[in-house]
């Protein structure tokens, strides 16, 4: 037994104090690394060859937050990252290359940059790249949720790629505009809830310049469209919340704080990021951790274009989720 009362850290806090710092990893030497790392292991070989973004906060924990995992994934021209599934949600948002796929029960999604693919929990997926150009992407994925709860199963498929069960494109074509099925549900082959998988940036980045072009700027976020399931119009994931933002140039956010601790990718322009009065520098590319409840404003000096996962599907769920426009 343990007396409550010496406890070094109050159990119970009047607000969120993460263990997770803010943190930047600037594109350009993370890339380095990640092709040094392609010199030295193969796809195959490691299974997904991955360099895990730790939070320096939480060491040893292969986290981004305390509920989030990020990595950055090459597959070099001519690779094939083996087929599986877990019970982890997945994520993947595309930082280069054009033409390589994730396969997710037998179907390609073939990826273009700053696409964001799903791969939901419990669904075969498996990556391949017969172009010319290494592919890299960002994973993001709920591993520290799943392990809070003990509640993770995984298993190998016993071949490399996932038998072709529709053709690439396929779910896109039926859900990704506004209709769905009448008859014949891709949820009958893809049981989830989740049929759409593949949201192109040459879809949401129109809907976000036309929106920038019209809508009057939100003080706190700047112009923001949330991804959603098109089954039920929830969060993609049952974990994970997905967005993206534009800062028109010279635009400065008010303050704000949330309890979904979020990554972001910066996908076009200039600006800095200022996290609890530290100032660090927006470049196209950067990957950006904001834990819970940071004071976040942010500035442009170029147009800001931001991609954006979080936990704020689960604390949803959890009744948890909140948040401070100051
Ligand atoms: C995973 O399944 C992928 O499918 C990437 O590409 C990273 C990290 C931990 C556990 C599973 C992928 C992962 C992962």
């Keep these: 037994m343990l007396t409550?009362?010496?406890?070094?850290?109050?159990?119970?806090?009047?607000?969120?104090?993460?263990?997770?710092?803010?943190?930047r990893w600037s594109y350009g030497p993370a890339r380095e690394y990640l092709m040094r790392a392609g010199d030295l292991i193969s796809a195959e070989q490691a299974e997904r060859r991955v360099l895990i973004m730790e939070n320096p906060g939480l060491p040893g924990q292969a986290a981004i937050t305390p509920s989030l995992y990020a990595g950055l994934q090459l597959v070099l021209p001519g690779e094939v990252a083996p087929c599986h599934r877990h019970t982890q949600n997945a994520l993947r948002f595309v930082m280069e290359g054009s033409g390589a796929y994730t396969a997710l029960d037998g179907e390609k999604a073939v990826m273009e940059p700053f696409d964001l693919v799903l791969t939901p929990a419990g669904q075969w997926h498996d990556h391949g790249n017969e172009t010319a150009q290494p592919m890299i992407w960002l994973d993001g994925l709920d591993i520290p949720t799943v392990r809070l709860f003990d509640a993770q199963f995984s298993e190998r498929l016993d071949q490399p790629t996932h038998p072709v069960t529709a053709p690439p494109g396929d779910t896109l074509a039926r859900y990704g505009r506004n209709?769905?099925?009448m008859r014949g549900h891709v949820a009958d082959r893809r049981p989830t809830g989740r049929p759409l998988f593949h949201y192109r940036f040459a879809d949401w980045r129109p809907a976000l310049a036309a929106m920038a072009r019209s809508a009057e700027i939100d003080p706190h976020l700047g112009h923001a469209l949330e991804f959603l399931?098109?089954?039920?119009?929830?969060?993609?994931?049952?974990t994970m919340s997905a967005h993206v933002r534009l800062l028109p140039a010279g635009f400065e956010t008010?303050?704000?704080q949330s309890t979904d601790g979020t990554v972001f990718v910066v996908v076009e322009g200039e600006g800095e990021a200022e996290l609890n009065g530290e100032v660090v520098p927006l470049h196209e590319r950067d990957v950006v951790v904001v834990p819970s409840w940071t004071r976040l404003v942010l500035r442009s000096s170029r147009e800001l274009?931001?991609?954006?996962?979080s936990d704020k599907a689960s604390q949803e769920k959890l009744e948890l989720y909140r948040e401070r426009n100051l």
């Design 254 to 256: 008010r303050p704000r």
């Design 229 to 238: 399931n098109p089954a039920d119009g929830g969060q993609v994931l049952a």
């Design 305 to 309: 274009v931001l991609f954006a996962y």
């Design 4 to 23: 409550l009362w010496e406890q070094p850290h109050a159990l119970v806090l009047p607000e969120p104090c993460s263990p997770a710092r803010p943190w």
């Design 179 to 181: 209709l769905r099925p």
